[in-house]
């Protein structure tokens, strides 16, 4: 639980600028912050196999729905079969309209995508300095990742499952 909201807290947690104040652990184009984190734990100490979305303004999990849902978020995602072997998947999902409201077609063909590549980032050096192990799917069907998830207004952007390294 400790290394989850670690995780989490990297890659879209909030933080103090020194100079600007409040901000998150990663950035994003006009502070718009379209970037949701969920989390499809499945056997993870001290936390129920569920589906949980990450508040990063509290630093807390909610729980949407209850149950081990790794083998549907694998289907969803052409059957990459260590998502189901991984205790724990983090989705990186977008909400294009908090950007596109600003920066209009720009929002949806770049900056959200670059703002979930910053998170994903920092999802993979938090891994790393903790010893765990992750990679970034891009590969799955959009349309049964959101149903697995209940999804409605946030598009699935990356899937990063985390385990321990073999060895
Ligand atoms: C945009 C993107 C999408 C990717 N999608 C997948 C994927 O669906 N399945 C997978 O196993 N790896 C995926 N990867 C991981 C790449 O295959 C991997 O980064 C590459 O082979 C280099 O290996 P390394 O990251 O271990 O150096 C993806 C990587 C990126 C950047």
């Given amino acids: ?23 998150r652990t990663a950035p994003s184009a006009g502070g718009l912050y379209p970037v949701e984190l969920y989390l499809v734990a499945g056997n993870v100490e001290e936390l129920k196999a569920g589906i949980y979305s990450y508040d990063s303004s509290t630093h807390t999990l909610e729980m949407m729905q209850e149950g081990d ?11 990459q ?10 989705v990186i999902a977008g909400v294009y309209e908090r950007t596109t409201r600003k920066y209009g077609d720009r929002g949806r063909e770049r900056y959200v995508k670059m703002d979930a590549g910053h998170a994903a980032e920092n999802i993979f050096l938090q891994v790393t300095a903790l010893e765990l192990g992750t990679t970034t799917v891009g ?15 946030a598009e699935p952007l990356y899937i990063m499952p985390v385990g321990k390294p073999e060895g």
């Fill in 81 to 90: 079969y260590f998502i189901e072997e991984a205790p724990m998947t983090i």
């Fill in 1 to 23: 639980m400790q290394q989850v909201a670690q995780l989490l807290w990297a890659g879209n947690g909030s933080a103090v600028d020194a100079v600007s104040g409040p901000t």
């Fill in 69 to 79: 849902v790794r083998s549907e978020l694998t289907r969803a995602a052409l059957g």
């Fill in 139 to 153: 590969a799955f069907r959009d349309r049964d990742v959101k149903q697995v998830l209940g999804l409605r207004k």
